[in-house]
């Protein structure tokens, strides 16, 4: 059994940091969490299913109100080590 998450056929879903490709990516800065998720949502809505998003974000609430999120839209949290983000579309 495989402990990849993702086939390496399609680059996108390839989620090892010395080679990651990102489907798209956003500095936030130090957007407040409530106005990140709402861009966040609109940033992700044209990615497709599997592609991952690079998200920074240096507000002091992202390590718990990003894996909330993921959590409550279906979403996958591929890597979470503050201020960077890896988010799977659904």
């Given amino acids: 059994m495989s402990t990849q998450p993702h086939s390496p056929a399609n680059p996108q879903r390839h989620v090892d940091a010395a080679a990651a ?3 798209a990516e956003w500095d936030a800065g130090e957007m407040g969490c409530g ?3 709402i861009q ?3 940033r ?3 990615l497709a299913r599997g592609d991952v998003f690079r998200l920074l974000s240096r507000d002091i609430a992202a390590p718990v109100e990003l894996p909330a999120w ?3 839209t279906g979403r996958r949290l591929v890597r979470a080590e503050h ?3 890896w988010i799977e579309q659904k």
Avoid: T
């Fill in 21 to 23: 490709v990102f489907a």
């Fill in 70 to 72: 993921c959590r409550v």
């Fill in 83 to 85: 201020p960077e983000y």
């Fill in 40 to 42: 966040l949502r609109l």
């Fill in 44 to 46: 992700m809505r044209p």
């Fill in 35 to 37: 106005e990140v998720l």
